[in-house]
């Protein structure tokens, strides 16, 4: 692993062609990154609403040829919001150019979750988290009539719904009733990051726990992934013997809350990328709290077997991904972000 470019506070990172680094963080600014070199000033910088934890937690570019992005961020509220970037290739966007999508009330200041990402359909993906406090108060996982602890689905581009600043996908699974429109699936306590495997289309998302286990999902149409019924593939709350699992989607892969594991997952990215060969195809992420870097790689039984990767002492928040499918890490702790690549 090797360093290579530093941001002041790395908490979501994104690459987008063949050398573009976008990387938001506490700092409240989102710095782009051209030819893999550190430049000034930041491409959109946001200081005037941000406190303390709150700050742009997410951000994406599309890849249609249009200019503009995407962000989410969190003052007391969590906010969608499209900026323009007024020239084509400008490494600065247009903070008056603000178009608000989606507002929702956030109850409590934890589990945002905070990930947004274009799927290969072309729609907008987004994480919501259950809103916060301990164990989902409010049941907002299992209630679809919420948009907390939710993966949501939906257009960027007009026309829009009624009443609305975005498209509703019209496969979208609640789009005829049973739950908001917005949803694509729920069940989730914060989906922190999310990404798309790019050569097979699979969503997988890393949903953080709340007392024993972290899970690694693979997000499906309409699924119900179990919180506050589950945690992990157990019952929750742990004192809990036995619960109704008919029809929750459980995990992929968990681990515990132990120096083995950790208690903070960080979902990564399938790599695809040529510098690791035996990491090809393999869904790499890691933990907050530990450091650790796992992969994830199905076997030819069908089932997913998890080996650790990396264990380097860091602060993982954020992972990215640039267009040859190599992967980066963003160390929160130092606020670097680094490169993957084979060791010695």
């Known amino acids: ?61 599309p890849n249609d040829g249009t200019n503009r992005i995407f962000i989410i961020e969190q ?14 290739g400008s490494n600065q966007a247009d903070p008056t150019s603000e178009r608000p999508m989606l507002v929702v009330d956030q109850p409590y200041d934890n589990h945002n979750g905070g990930q947004l990402a274009f799927g290969l359909d072309g729609f907008l993906y ?6 916060g406090s301990v164990g989902d108060p409010q049941g907002n996982g299992q209630n679809t009539n919420t948009l ?34 917005e949803i694509w ?62 029809g929750l989607v459980l995990p992929i892969a968990v681990y515990g809350h132990n120096p083995a594991g950790g208690d903070a997952i960080i979902g990564g990215f399938v790599y695809h990328g040529s510098a690791i060969a035996g990491l090809a195809g393999t869904y790499v992420f890691g933990d907050l709290s530990s450091g650790h ?11 997913w077997r998890m080996t650790l990767v990396l264990t380097h002492g860091l602060t993982v928040s954020s992972f990215g991904q640039d267009s040859a499918g190599e992967l980066y890490l963003v160390d929160y702790g130092n606020g670097a972000v680094l490169r993957l690549r084979a060791g010695p």
């Open 1 to 61: 692993m090797s360093g290579w470019v530093r941001i002041s506070v790395g908490l979501a990172v994104v690459l987008a062609g063949a050398a573009l680094l976008f990387g938001c963080g506490g700092n409240s600014s989102t710095n782009s990154n051209p030819g893999q070199q550190f430049i000034p000033p930041p491409m959109l910088g946001l200081t005037s609403f941000v406190t303390g934890l709150n700050a742009p937690i997410g951000f994406e570019a």
């Open 75 to 88: 003052p007391g509220t969590i906010r969608i919001i499209e900026y323009q970037v007024p020239t084509a």
């Open 126 to 131: 987004i994480a919501f988290g259950d809103g």
């Open 148 to 181: 907390l602890a939710k993966i949501l689905r939906i257009g960027v581009d007009p026309p829009f719904a009624a009443g609305k600043q975005y498209a509703i996908p019209p496969d979208n699974p609640f789009v005829n009733g049973g739950g908001l429109r």
């Open 185 to 246: 699936a729920y069940g989730l306590r914060n989906p922190w990051r999310f990404s798309f495997d790019r050569a097979t289309g699979l969503l997988f998302a890393g949903d953080v726990g709340q007392d024993s286990w972290e899970e690694v999902d693979i997000i499906t149409k309409g699924g119900n992934f179990g919180w506050n019924v589950m945690e992990g593939a157990n019952c929750y709350p742990p004192s809990v013997t036995s619960c109704n699992m008919t």
């Open 293 to 303: 870097v796992w992969g994830l790689k199905q076997d030819a039984t069908g089932s």
